[in-house]
């Protein structure tokens, strides 16, 4: 779970970034990040279909972060993914 927003700036040098998960992964496992950018809505839904779906809950996913653009907001979900 993402306690932090993703994004950074080097001129705030209190500003928040993605906190690092302990790197105890399970070997053949790698890391995956998903990346949502779309309105509000867009992504919340997406987020709430992602649950339906049985991939990911609505809790895992970062809160929403505005994105450069306007109107647009991101979130982020962090995973370890089977590599075979």
């Known amino acids: ?18 906190s690092k998960a302990a790197d105890n992964t399970t070997p053949g496992r ?6 949502l950018i779309g309105s509000p809505k867009a992504v919340t839904s997406t987020i709430h279909y992602l649950q ?4 990911a809950n609505v809790g895992d996913w ?12 991101m979130s982020i979900l962090s995973r370890n993914i089977l590599v075979q």
């Open 1 to 18: 779970m993402i306690t932090q927003s993703f994004l950074s700036d080097a001129d705030e040098p209190n500003a928040p970034v993605l």
């Open 30 to 35: 790698e890391p995956l990040k998903h990346l």
């Open 52 to 55: 339906i779906l049985g991939y």
């Open 62 to 73: 970062s809160p929403l972060l505005p994105s450069p653009n306007p109107g647009e907001v």
